[in-house]
């Protein structure tokens, strides 16, 4: 049987509750709930769904250093399984259409104000790898890696969700 | 792109300015609390009390609330290690097979089963005599592996998950699967669930599709399993 846990070593001794995680991480955890869903409703029961399962599966928690990252993944997971039921597969993977990609750049400082209506309107797999890469913080490698998809899939549609959001957010006016 | 190129600053500046504007969400005032809540109540509803870290040697941190909440069965196993509750002592509840299953189904570690090697949990030779079923091993998360199950061309997925526990749940050769649908099957329309005789397996058959196409999985058998 194939086994890919990492084993604990020796002095691998870790104590940390529930109620610690929650503590430390329910802010960012929200954060990205809602960036996910749009909206605070859906952000909230997004989160504690998150944490119910994180509480279940505690212990495979191996190292409290990566609480954060372990969340965030169960976050993700819950969020397109709750897409999932929602719609049928086929469309988990609508692509963004190339012309909706245009090709002038913004060069003026954003409209933050409608940020998340804009990436509301991004494909699933689009505003995901975004949000890997700009809120986590993890490599194209990474979310090719974590997201099961090549790498230049991972590429092209971080280039066009972050083109999309270019010349959609509206520059403050001078 | 140079890096020093003006529109490749400006595309640096681009990314630093998304990356700070993604955080800046304002949280829900008392989120905190709710948090705790549901966790304290999800405890009192499945009687299963917070599990620690393995090894941890720290007993379980209760709060004042979850003791008072009452119902919670804390005093399983009393305080201490817990270890993983597949390998306890006592029969998994149907609420706690239900918890696996759902454990399973969002877990982040299902891989694609290596199929030189095959899959390490069977499909159970009684369930292949059903007629018209089809299976076909996809993915193995630690002590689960998932089936595509198919019959008639309808889809559906059959967990089977090895455990070390009793639970009082039909059998492979009884009459009957328990059927739970709706809210009552959790993450799906219908679920079926059997253990086999020797405890070591629990089978859970997931739909989401229409009641009339669930029962057709086992239509033509008096006796399902035998």
Redesign the interface.
């Given at each position: 049987?194939?086994?890919?846990?990492k084993q604990?070593t020796q002095d691998?001794?870790?104590?940390?509750?529930?109620?610690q995680l929650?503590?430390q991480h329910?802010?960012?955890l929200?954060?990205y709930a809602?960036?996910l869903t749009g909206r605070?409703n859906d952000a909230?029961d997004l989160?504690?769904q998150c944490?119910?399962?994180a509480?279940?599966?505690?212990?495979q928690?191996?190292q409290v250093e990566a609480a954060r990252g372990w969340l965030f993944?169960?976050l993700r997971?819950?969020f397109l399984?709750l897409v999932r039921?929602k719609r049928p597969h086929n469309e988990i993977d609508t692509e963004l259409p190339m012309q909706e990609v245009a090709q002038e750049?913004s060069?003026s400082?954003?409209d933050?104000e409608h940020?998340q209506q804009r990436l509301n309107e991004l494909p699933e797999t689009y505003r995901i790898a975004l949000?890997m890469f700009?809120?986590e913080?993890k490599s194209y490698e990474e979310i090719a890696a974590?997201t099961n998809v090549a790498l230049g899939t991972v590429m092209s549609r971080l280039s066009r969700a972050?083109a999309h959001?270019?010349t959609r957010l509206r520059p403050i006016e001078a | 792109m140079n890096r020093f190129d003006p529109a490749h600053q400006t595309d640096d500046a681009f990314d630093d300015e998304l990356a700070a504007a993604l955080h800046e969400v304002d949280v829900p005032s008392g989120l905190r609390a709710r948090l705790l809540d549901a966790v304290v109540d999800s405890e009192a509803n499945s009687g299963v009390t917070n599990r620690p870290a393995a090894d941890c040697h720290d007993s379980v941190r209760l709060s004042r609330r979850r003791w008072l909440s009452g119902g919670i069965a804390a005093a399983i196993g009393g305080l201490g290690l817990w270890g993983s509750y597949r390998w306890a002592s006592r029969s998994l509840t149907e609420e706690e097979v239900w918890s696996e299953v759902s454990e399973s189904l969002l877990s982040s570690d299902w891989k694609a089963f290596n199929r030189d090697v095959g899959p390490p949990y069977p499909f159970p030779r009684s369930m292949m005599r059903h007629s018209g079923w089809q299976a076909r091993p996809t993915a193995i998360d630690n002590g689960t592996v998932a089936f595509n199950l198919t019959r008639a061309g309808v889809p559906a997925v059959l967990f089977v998950i090895r455990t070390g526990r009793s639970a009082k749940l039909p059998t492979l050769r009884q009459a009957k699967p328990m059927v739970q649908t709706g809210a009552a099957a959790r993450d799906w329309n219908h679920t079926a669930i059997w253990r086999d005789e020797s405890a070591s397996y629990l089978y859970v058959l997931a739909y989401d599709g229409r009641r009339e196409d669930f029962d057709r999985f086992f239509v033509g058998r008096t006796v399902p399993l035998a």
């Open positions: 049987m194939h086994k890919n846990r604990p691998a001794t870790i104590c940390v509750s529930i109620e929650i503590q329910y802010e960012v929200y954060r809602f960036r605070h909230e989160t504690q944490f119910l399962t509480h279940r599966k505690l212990s928690l191996r993944t169960i997971t819950a399984k039921k750049k060069e400082p954003f933050l940020l949000l700009y809120f913080g974590e972050k959001l270019r | -």
